[in-house]
Nanobody, 114 residues
Framework: QVQLQESGPGLVKPSQTLSLTCTVSGGSMTTNGYFWSWIRQPPGKGLEWIGNIAYSGSTNYIPSLKKRTSISWDTSKNQFTLQLSSVTPEDTAVYYC??????WGQGTQVTVSS
C-alpha cells in the first residue's frame, strides 16, 4: 500500500519561495499510469489542485499558479517537490501530496507571514 508524507517548513516569509517535499513509500513513482499531485486547502476554503508530475516525468499546473509553480522529482529517493515562488499570505494553506487523488499524505500546514 502506497504511503505519502509531506515535509517542509511551516512558516515562510512573503516574497520567498515555499518548498515542500513528498516522500513516497510502498510504490514506485515511475510505475506506468500514476500521477503525483500537490493540492492545497486555504483556511475556510475548498481544496485546490496545484499541479502534478506524471509517471513519465511530465508536469501540469493550474493556470492561475503556473508562473510561480515548479514540481520536480528525484526518482532515486522516490520523492517529488513543490516550489511556489513569490508567496503571499494568500498562499497560507494545508498542503497535501497525493497519488491519483486516491492516496493522500496527511497534509502539512504552511503559513506565509513576516
Amino acid at each position: 500500500q502506497v504511503q505519502l508524507q509531506e515535509s517542509g517548513p511551516g512558516l515562510v516569509k512573503p516574497s520567498q519561495t515555499l518548498s515542500l517535499t513528498c516522500t513516497v513509500s510502498g510504490g514506485s513513482m515511475t510505475t506506468n499510469g500514476y500521477f503525483w499531485s500537490w493540492i492545497r486547502q486555504p483556511p475556510g476554503k475548498g481544496l485546490e489542485w496545484i499541479g502534478n508530475i506524471a509517471y513519465s516525468g511530465s508536469t501540469n499546473y493550474i493556470p492561475s499558479l503556473k508562473k510561480r509553480t515548479s514540481i520536480s522529482w528525484d526518482t532515486s529517493k522516490n520523492q517529488f517537490t513543490l516550489q511556489l515562488s513569490s508567496v503571499t499570505p494568500e498562499d497560507t494553506a494545508v498542503y497535501y501530496c497525493a497519488r491519483d487523488f486516491g492516496s493522500w499524505g496527511q497534509g502539512t500546514q504552511v503559513t506565509v507571514s513576516s
